[in-house]
């Protein structure tokens, strides 16, 4: 089945950098537009970044723009984002997501807390 599998979160402080990754199973990774969404307390999930089956990249935000990076490893099923320059706002559950066969899947997410 297709699983999923975000890591990388954490507590860290204001100005901080943390990697994320989020390895894939039970489908053909390659093939497959990765994104990266974020869920903040008592806000909707957001959708931060997409990574194109052949790398391409999108960060949807404009206060993430130049402090977040989206990449991909297919020889490896991983998706990462690499966030730099992180605040307090940056505090969220991040998680991963993929469509496969027209459903879509989420990881289990990881916490991100930035302190001031």
């Known amino acids: 089945q297709v699983q999923l599998v975000e890591s990388g979160g954490g507590l860290v402080q204001s100005g901080g950098s943390l990697r994320l990754s989020c390895v894939g199973s039970?489908?053909?990774?390659?093939?497959?537009?990765m994104r990266w969404y974020r869920q903040a307390p008592g806000k909707e999930r957001e959708l931060v970044a997409t990574?194109?089956?052949?790398?391409?990249?999108?960060i949807f935000e404009d206060s993430m723009k130049g402090r977040f990076t989206a990449s991909r490893d297919n020889a490896e099923n991983t998706a990462y984002l690499q966030m730099n320059s992180l605040n307090p706002d940056d505090t969220a559950v991040y998680y991963c997501?993929?469509?496969?066969?027209?459903?879509?899947?989420w990881g289990q997410g990881t916490q991100v807390t930035v302190s001031s």
């Open positions: 997501g993929a469509t496969v066969h027209s459903r879509r899947y």
């Open positions: 039970g489908f053909v990774f390659s093939t497959n537009t």
């Open positions: 990574i194109s089956s052949t790398g391409e990249t999108i």
